[in-house]
């Protein structure tokens, strides 16, 4: 079967002032993670005062992180030239324009995010591995809000499908394609819900770093597979046997499995205090 998507990424304009699904769609996802955490902390008797304070820090991360990561991995070139376009939503070429952001890169959100839970930690004394622990879950409705705003930007696309099934994305073109962001949205709400359980069952409690490890291993592997159906994002990658999103999957796999490795080994047992 194939879908004609044709969804207009504008819900509406008022006065030259523009509501998106995308920022929508990121927003929900984000405002999920949160109540899901609120729910862990509540569960683990932790500080609300402390999670409105972690949830600006990693609001900030995703964003800066996200965002850096695009303009280094993927446009470096351009935007070593222009760095100001890297934080400012503005274009200097000809006069002043408003143009947006224009690209977000989760790898480098994810690193954004690990980065500032550890400034969060160390500010107010929080047990890092336990609480990287209890966010895991959440990250993985977070991530499948924010593909699901893709797909209706009509952006990360996947490859041809040659076949009488896909998605045509009608203000692209109009070729049948693997829809990527779905897929990679079904996985993120495939790991939520598994780490969910994990921590009903809390079974891996007793194994700090476990369920963090987990969700990187299973999350950048299905990222890694997912990448084989999409279309490059950037010319450079038509040269190379990996894309980019792949090569940068390795190493958080290859971490995610050293931090399994040494959870199960008891090493992060040690000084478990938390706030």
């Avoid at 044709?6 to 999920?32: H, Q």
């Avoid at 008797?45 to 800066?64: D, G, M």
């Avoid at 030239?81 to 890297?86: A, C, F, L």
């Avoid at 040269?239 to 792949?246: A, D, E, P, V």
Wanted: aromatic share 18%.
């Amino acid at each position: 079967m194939i879908v004609h998507w044709d969804v207009d990424p504008i819900i509406f304009n008022v006065f030259g002032f523009e509501a998106r699904y995308y920022g929508l769609l990121f927003a929900t996802g984000l405002a999920l993670g949160y109540f899901v955490v609120k729910k862990y902390f509540i569960e683990q008797n932790r500080s609300l005062a402390h999670l409105e304070k972690l949830a600006l820090y990693i609001f900030v991360a995703t964003l800066l992180g996200a965002r850096i990561g695009h303009c280094l991995f993927y446009e470096p070139s351009y935007y070593l030239t222009k760095p100001w376009e890297i934080i400012l939503p503005l274009s200097f070429d000809n006069g002043v324009q408003f143009v947006g952001f224009r690209g977000l890169a989760s790898h480098g959100g994810v690193a954004g995010v690990f980065l500032a839970i550890y400034l969060f930690c160390r500010k107010y004394k929080f047990h890092f591995i336990s609480l990287l622990d209890t966010i895991a879950a959440a990250s993985g409705i977070s991530a499948c809000f924010i593909r699901l705003a893709n797909f209706f930007n009509s952006e990360i696309i996947g490859r041809a499908t040659n076949a009488d099934y896909g998605v045509v994305f009608e203000r692209i073109d109009s070729i049948a394609r693997h829809p990527a962001q779905l897929y990679e949205a079904t996985a993120y709400l495939a790991i939520f819900v598994l780490l969910h359980q994990l921590h009903k069952r809390g079974n891996f409690r007793k194994y700090p770093g476990f369920i963090f490890s987990l969700l990187f291993v299973i999350l950048f592997i299905a990222r890694f597979l997912i990448e084989f159906f999409k279309e490059n994002q950037v010319a450079f990658e038509d040269q190379m046997n990996l894309n980019m999103g792949q090569w940068l999957s390795i190493p958080f796999i290859l971490f995610g499995a050293i931090i399994m490795y040494l959870s199960l080994q008891g090493t992060f047992r040690k000084d478990q205090s938390s706030t």
